[in-house]
């Protein structure tokens, strides 16, 4: 007997429907943007990455872990 809640296959096959619609979305949207408004978005990512403070500026601990680390054995102690 299958243990899943009755709703699961559907809520599956909606979520696969969705994915792909999105996936159409986004395929549009790339093969409609222009070469000058992706020149455009592009020159504002590099602007942000260029207005972060300089990697000295930036504590040790946070350039070497992310604390994904810490967060996972945190969470293994309050399963114990």
Known sequence: MDSRPK??????????????AVSAVEDAELRALTDAEALRRSEALLSLAA?????????EYRRTTSGLVEQQALFARTRR
């Open 7 to 20: 709703f699961a296959a559907a809520w599956y096959a909606q979520r696969v429907a969705a994915s792909a």
């Open 51 to 59: 207005s972060t403070p300089n990697q000295r500026e930036i504590p």
